[in-house]
């Protein structure tokens, strides 16, 4: 069973702050994908990054950068210089590569409040 | 329209009545999904469409629940004898295709009382 593990459940930061948030995945695949979506208060997913297994280079855009270690089962997501609209909840998502990569397991969520 | 649409937002039920929640996905979007997120929860899975057919409903928690999409666009999640366990936000998405990425909408709340 695939499971995904979001240990912190709020963080609180001041504008500007660089934060991380922490994802932990669980999966017998060999092969799936690695997922971040953003939740504002309106209450849609915002997908923001899907990554592929077999890719643990690292990807930035812009204030955003995310870290995967396949070795640590690992995919956290860091936001640079972080800004009031950055605050919402924030969740890691996994998927098999296969036929079922339609259905998305997802971790419980941080919420980030950013403070001005 | 420009993104995934659900209707009502908000929706209170009185236990054992039943309701039906509405999703217009992205025109063209040949998948559609469900999913059920509880209060502080994460969403979970469960329905998945392709065009017309339900390949998947493995995710619906009993047989209270039923999804449609009969001319796979349209779809259509009911709830038969709502229960309190049923307090949600149902989430649709839609996407283009096997490896696209899922759009979201803003989900309908649905508060049985």
């Known amino acids: 069973a695939q499971k995904v593990t979001q240990a912190q459940t709020e963080i609180s930061v001041v504008e500007k702050e660089d934060v991380t948030l922490d994802c932990v995945y669980e999966t017998r695949d060999t092969t799936y994908y690695l997922f971040w979506y953003k939740q504002p208060p309106s209450g849609e997913l915002v997908f923001l990054i899907r990554r592929n297994s077999f890719d643990e280079q690292n990807e930035i855009s812009g204030r955003y950068s995310w870290n995967f270690q396949k070795s640590t089962s690992s995919f956290n997501f860091t936001i640079t210089a972080s800004q009031v609209v950055d605050s919402a909840v924030y969740f890691c998502?996994?998927?098999?590569?296969?036929?079922?990569?339609?259905?998305?397991?997802f971790g419980k969520g941080t919420l980030l409040t950013v403070n001005p | 329209g420009a993104g995934v649409s659900q209707s009502p937002r908000y929706k209170v039920a009185k236990r054992g009545q039943d309701v039906a929640l509405r999703c217009d996905p992205i025109s063209g979007h040949v998948s559609l999904f469900w999913y059920q997120q509880a209060l502080g929860q994460g969403p979970e899975f469960l329905t998945y469409f392709q065009n017309e057919a339900q390949l998947d409903k493995s995710g619906l928690p009993s047989d209270r629940f039923f999804a449609e999409r009969p001319e796979g666009s349209v779809s259509t999640l009911k709830i038969q004898r709502t229960q309190q366990e049923d307090s949600a936000v149902y989430l649709c998405?839609?996407?283009?295709?096997?490896?696209?990425?899922?759009?979201f909408g803003q989900g309908t709340r649905l508060t049985v009382v």
């Open positions: 998502a996994l998927s098999e590569a296969g036929g079922s990569n339609y259905k998305l397991t």
């Open positions: 998405a839609s996407r283009t295709g096997l490896l696209t990425e899922a759009f």
